[in-house]
């Protein structure tokens, strides 16, 4: 198995539910376990594809911790003023976002300039299987 690249680790575990709070949204398991482990991390593999986007890439898992550049609450204000139905959890190189449907936690792509978001896995975890090989 590859590396996980630039874990930036939480400054405290605290921050997790500080930012569900702040989102008003209560991430799911696997994805508060990941952030444990690889918070704001470059996967091993970035790319991905879906039904119509091919070789789709991530830039960075957004930061929980207050200080980073590519901190979760601070970008996801700007995801809200496109549509309050997702929150962000990824980027990529070109500013566009990997995100959480509220509603269900699917995970989508969100077309930051556009504003057209695209189904990408029904679970985190199914996701995680794509970039984690």
């Given at each position: 198995?590859?590396?996980?690249?630039?874990?930036?680790?939480?400054?405290?575990?605290?921050?997790?539910?500080?930012?569900?709070?702040?989102?008003?949204?209560?991430?799911?398991?696997?994805?508060?376990?990941?952030?444990?482990?690889?918070?704001?991390?470059?996967?091993?593999?970035?790319?991905?594809?879906?039904?119509?986007?091919?070789?789709?890439?991530?830039?960075?898992?957004?930061?929980?911790?207050?200080?980073?550049?590519?901190?979760?609450?601070?970008?996801?204000?700007?995801?809200?003023?496109?549509?309050?139905?997702?929150?962000?959890?990824?980027?990529d190189?070109?500013?566009?976002?990997l995100?959480f449907?509220?509603?269900?936690?699917?995970?989508?792509?969100?077309?930051?300039?556009?504003?057209?978001?695209?189904?990408?896995?029904?679970?985190?975890s199914?996701?995680?299987?794509?970039?984690?090989?």
């Amino acid at each position: 198995m590859k590396e996980w690249r630039y874990i930036k680790p939480l400054v405290t575990e605290s921050l997790i539910s500080d930012v569900e709070k702040k989102l008003d949204y209560k991430f799911t398991d696997s994805f508060v376990s990941f952030v444990k482990k690889y918070n704001g991390s470059r996967p091993p593999v970035s790319v991905f594809t879906t039904s119509s986007l091919q070789e789709k890439t991530i830039k960075s898992f957004l930061s929980f911790n207050p200080g980073d550049v590519e901190n979760i609450v601070r970008l996801n204000k700007g995801v809200a003023e496109i549509s309050e139905l997702l929150v962000a959890f990824a980027i990529d190189n070109f500013g566009n976002y990997l995100c959480f449907d509220r509603k269900n936690h699917m995970v989508f792509f969100l077309d930051f300039e556009i504003g057209k978001t695209e189904l990408i896995d029904k679970t985190f975890s199914d996701f995680l299987l794509k970039i984690d090989s």
